[in-house]
């Protein structure tokens, strides 16, 4: 393969799988030999898909920090199946996390990153705990302005009104407020292609016929009707 060949989608299947296998990303000499590249068609290769909002690289490197749903860095979220374990960029990523996973998961978090530990179980599917809430305070519209900032923000809440108290205490204006069983359901969809080799990025309106088909109205959902890729 030459770096002409490799697609967006085959490298960001690649990258998944080996996570999802491994548990940890894919060095650039383990790419080189599941691409058989060379090491700087591999650089090109993640540089570019970055520019597409298909990975972050840690700055001036080739090296993944973040291939969403998972980080390559401690967070406040870790999925946990029997043999495993990943982390997750906020609660929505830790669901898709799930989704990916396809088998049961434990998902620890601190809520509010500033509370108590819980632990969200996932079996046979369903959400086993009910109750919780995901916030989302920052605009859709604005995501990738700082995507790990963003990211970070999407905590878990085990009563909406908590999240007023969050919001004061921090500084960080409220956005929308979910309970967890319907963003488990919505991850599900987002997610739903993230394995496909022949992976796209949403554009903006397909994006937003998501958020609609799972009543994200709030404002926070809303972003301009295009084919921009989200």
């Known amino acids: 393969m030459t770096g002409t060949d490799l697609t967006h989608g085959l490298l960001?299947?690649?990258?998944?799988?080996?996570?999802?296998?491994h548990g940890y990303a894919p060095q650039t000499d383990e790419l080189v030999e599941l691409l058989n590249m060379s090491a700087a068609e591999v650089a090109v290769a993640l540089n570019a898909l970055q520019e597409y909002h298909g990975v972050v690289l840690h700055p001036g490197?080739?090296?993944i920090w973040v291939i969403?749903?998972?980080s390559l860095a401690p967070t406040s979220f870790v999925v946990r199946t029997a043999d495993r374990s990943w982390w997750g960029n906020c609660a929505w990523c830790?669901?898709?996390?799930?989704?990916?996973l396809k088998q049961d998961v434990t998902i620890v978090t601190v809520l509010g990153a500033d509370r108590r530990q819980v632990e969200i179980h996932i079996h046979s599917g369903?959400?086993?705990?009910?109750?919780?809430y995901v916030h989302f305070p920052i605009p859709m519209m604005k995501a990738w302005d700082n995507?790990?900032?963003?990211c970070s923000t999407?905590?878990?809440f085990d009563a909406a009104a908590d999240v007023d108290r969050w919001c004061a205490q921090h500084r960080i204006?409220?956005?929308?407020?979910q309970p967890l069983e319907h963003i488990w359901e919505f991850a599900q969809v987002w997610y739903g292609n993230h394995l496909n080799p022949a992976w796209e990025k949403w554009t903006n309106r397909q994006a937003q016929e998501i958020f609609d088909r799972f009543g994200l109205t709030h404002d926070i959902w809303k972003l301009p009707g295009s084919d921009t890729r989200f």
């Open 94 to 100: 830790s669901l898709g996390a799930a989704a990916l």
């Open 173 to 177: 204006e409220r956005g929308d407020v």
């Open 68 to 70: 969403h749903p998972f």
């Open 147 to 150: 995507v790990i900032y963003t």
């Open 126 to 132: 369903k959400v086993v705990e009910t109750g919780y």
């Open 61 to 63: 490197t080739s090296k």
């Open 12 to 21: 960001h299947h690649t990258i998944l799988q080996f996570i999802i296998d």
């Open 154 to 156: 999407m905590l878990l």
